[in-house]
């Protein structure tokens, strides 16, 4: 059993959870405190960056999409994934000196009373999630800690500077997959000079975007609908994608950019 900085650090164990599509590296909720979970049988290196990712939540257990942890692990980066947690053990989290970055991950809509939507469009929110992962992207801007927001992630990032979801994107629903679509890029956004990338491939099954765009950020990637793509926060370390680049053709640019952040 290991321990990082005062954390004890347990396994999450590759796993079919009944009623999910995905195989996921998941956890049973416990009531435990100062505990963290690596993924079994993708162990730390020495000298990789630590990077959080925020799982999904659903019947007891934590859990994050196994094509999305084999992603992060490819880049060289040592993944550890923490329960919802309170604001005050965010804060503690965050102040940690071995944290390399975040990754908000996918997952469920987000609570319609946090940007005043309409309860009836949203699928299984969970606000214990939403006011969490909302949190602890806020400490990590004040920390100036790498992020990359996944779908939801974006959203998340959108209602915490003020912004708002839509909903009614029919051509992304999840039954129409594939929906390959081609993403220009800004030229003036931190992005493209990470990456170098003029256009991406990606697809996307969401049915929620952002409506009105959150203070302070810029939009640097839009779909032919008109779906915002990509966000970022000026003079910040961020990546945010309304698309999954675990599942899109182009998405290896993405996360080689986020690793481009993080060291």
């Known amino acids: 059993m290991e321990n990082l900085n005062g954390y004890r650090i347990e396994q ?3 796993i079919k959870i009944p009623n999910r599509a ?8 416990t009531e435990e405190k100062k505990v963290l979970w690596s993924l079994k049988d993708i162990p730390f290196k020495n000298n990789y960056p630590f990077i959080l990712v925020t799982p999904s939540y659903k019947k007891g257990y934590y859990g994050i999409w196994k094509d999305l942890a084999t992603a992060l692990a490819n880049l060289k980066l040592n993944i550890i994934i923490s329960a ?8 503690a989290l965050i102040d940690k000196e071995f944290l390399g970055g975040v990754v908000l991950s996918g997952g469920n809509d987000i609570t319609p009373d946090l940007y005043g939507g309409d309860k009836k469009s949203a699928y299984k929110p969970d606000l214990r999630r939403d006011n969490f992962e909302i949190f602890l ?5 004040e920390k100036n800690l790498p ?8 959203q998340i990032i959108n209602i915490a500077h003020q912004g708002t979801l839509k909903s009614g994107f029919k051509s992304h629903k999840r039954d129409n997959r594939p929906n ?8 003036d956004s931190l992005f493209k000079k990470l990456s170098n990338a003029e256009f991406l491939k990606v697809g996307t099954s969401h049915h929620q975007a952002v409506g009105k765009l959150g203070e302070n950020l810029i939009s640097i990637a839009e779909a032919e609908d008109k779906a915002i793509e990509m966000i970022e926060l000026k003079d910040y370390p961020m990546i945010a994608t309304q698309f999954h680049p675990e599942r899109s053709e182009d998405g290896d640019v993405i996360f080689e950019a986020f690793r481009k952040l993080t060291s």
């Open 84 to 91: 919802f947690l309170t604001n005050e053990e965010t804060e």
């Open 22 to 29: 995905k195989m996921e590296y998941a956890f049973k909720e």
């Open 180 to 187: 390959a679509h081609l993403l220009k890029i800004k030229n």
């Open 147 to 154: 992020v990359l927001a996944i779908c939801r992630g974006l």
């Open 137 to 141: 992207y806020k400490k990590s801007v």
């Open 12 to 14: 999450a164990h590759l």
